[in-house]
């Protein structure tokens, strides 16, 4: 048996999308984050926007070694968070906002409010 045969492969043949967040960390310099395999979705990676995982998140990159793509996913990210806190009726924090203001400018700048039926007497 040769040593390749017991080295894992570099990339790992999955046929699912990775997630990866690129993240700033000041005068330190920024570098993607790491994450386990299962919370390398895209599940995974709004799970750790909305709890404050990342210090200054800068972009988000999904790709598909499976299938041979990669895209910058940074605007349907933000749209989604913008989107969650909206239909929560609360603004986006201030940990999320930057990143949310640079990817999706032209989300809701205020709030949806909810319709109020008035009765007709």
Do not use: K
């Not at 997630?19 to 995974?44: H, N, Q, S, T, Y």
């Not at 709004?46 to 990159?61: H, K």
């Not at 999904?62 to 929560?88: K, M």
Request: proline letters at 7%.
């Amino acid at each position: 048996m040769s040593t390749s045969d017991l080295s894992p492969p570099l990339v790992p043949d999955l046929d699912q999308a990775v997630f990866m967040v690129l993240d700033d960390f000041g005068p330190l310099g920024r570098a993607w984050r790491e994450v386990d395999e299962e919370d390398a979705d895209l599940e995974g990676v709004l799970t750790n926007f909305f709890t404050g995982q990342y210090r200054d998140p800068v972009q988000v990159v999904a790709f598909n070694a499976g299938e041979g793509w990669s895209r910058d996913v940074s605007a349907d990210v933000a749209q989604t968070i913008r989107r969650a806190y909206g239909q929560r009726g609360e603004g986006v924090p201030d940990f999320l906002r930057d990143f949310v203001d640079q990817h999706d400018p032209g989300g809701d700048a205020q709030l949806p409010l909810p319709l109020i039926r008035r009765s007709q007497s």
